[in-house]
C-alpha cells in the first residue's frame, strides 16, 4: 500500500483527489491539509510514502513544505500538483525536493502514474508541461 497525504488549499480538490485514489487498491489516503503548515505536521504524525502539494498555500507554501519535509523526511516522496506550468515552478519545486510535478488539469491522466513512478524512486513530470 503507497500511503499519501493530501496538501492543497482547496477543500473540493482535497476531497476529490481522495475520492479519485481510494478507488485504486494500492492507494490509501492518511490524511488531508490545507496549508504548507499543516503538510509539515501531518507528515511528523503520519509518516507517509507521498505527499500530494499544491504550491500556492499560506502561511507556508507548498515550495517551503516541501524543502522542510524533503530535509527532514528524506524518505517522504512530494509531488507537485499546481496550475502553473512555467519551467521556473517546475525548477523551483524539484530544487526543494520534490520528485514529481503534475499539472492540475491532467490529475486523471498523470496522478496515479506519478505516484507510482515516484514511489519507485523515479522521478516524473506531467504530460503538457513546459520541460
Known sequence: MIKVVIADDHAEIRNAWALF????ENIIVLGECANGEEAIRKVNELLPDVVL????????????????????HPDVKVICVSFHTSPLYIKKMMDAGARGYV??????EDLIKAIDEVYKGNIFIGKGLAR
Open 21 to 24: 485514489l481510494q478507488s485504486h
Open 53 to 72: 502539494m499544491d504550491i500556492n498555500m499560506k502561511p507556508v507554501s507548498g515550495i517551503e513544505a516541501t524543502q522542510k519535509i524533503s530535509a527532514d
Open 103 to 108: 499539472f492540475k488539469y491532467a490529475v486523471a
